[in-house]
Each structure stands twice: as C-alpha cells, then as structure tokens.
C-alpha cells in the first residue's frame, strides 16, 4: 500500500514530466516561429543551445504560459502535501473560519 508521502511524491514526479512535455510542445509550437530580434530582446536566444534543431532556452512568454495552465493543480498538490506534513492547509482553513 502507498503511503500518503510515496503518493505526493509521485504526483509531483508527474508532474514534473508533465512541465517538461510541455516546454518542448510549446518551443516547437511558439518559439520556433519567433524571429530572432524577438529572442534576443527576451533574453531567451543562447549561442549554441539546440536539442533537436529546437532551442533548449525559455522565456518570460513561456513560462507566464506554463503557470496559466498548471497553477491549479500546482496549487492543490501544494495543499494537499501542506495538510499531509502539517495537518492543515489552506482548504482545512477556510473550513474551520466558516465554522467560526
């Protein structure tokens, strides 16, 4: 049987994997069709720094992108590891102040 510790890492571990497929959908989708004065300018073009004829770098675009689409569930693995190590979190107490 999985302790709640071994479930929390695993989900966690997903999704880390989750983040890094992202990142490599979103490159071959958004920055490879973005001009190099644009690279440049966010900081995001590095001399040398391919993978797969795919630039390994990121930008602020990519990864405002990338908390837009994993900030829920980021949020409740947060909470859920936060009341497994403390005993509360933040959805434990937005029940005990509407008890109050």
Request: proline content about 1%; aromatic content about 12%.
């Amino acid at each position: 049987m999985i302790g709640n510790n071994e479930l929390i890492d695993n989900k966690f571990h997903g999704l880390k994997e989750e983040l890094l497929d992202y990142d490599w959908k979103y490159r071959l989708k958004i920055c490879t069709k973005c001009p190099l004065e644009t690279q440049e300018r966010l900081r995001c073009f590095r001399v040398n720094n391919y993978k797969n004829n795919i630039q390994e770098t990121h930008c602020s675009k990519m990864d405002k992108a990338r908390v837009q689409k994993f900030r829920g569930r980021m949020n409740n693995l947060l909470n859920m590891a936060s009341f497994n190590f403390y005993g509360k979190g933040k959805y434990t107490q937005q029940k005990q102040d509407s008890v109050m």
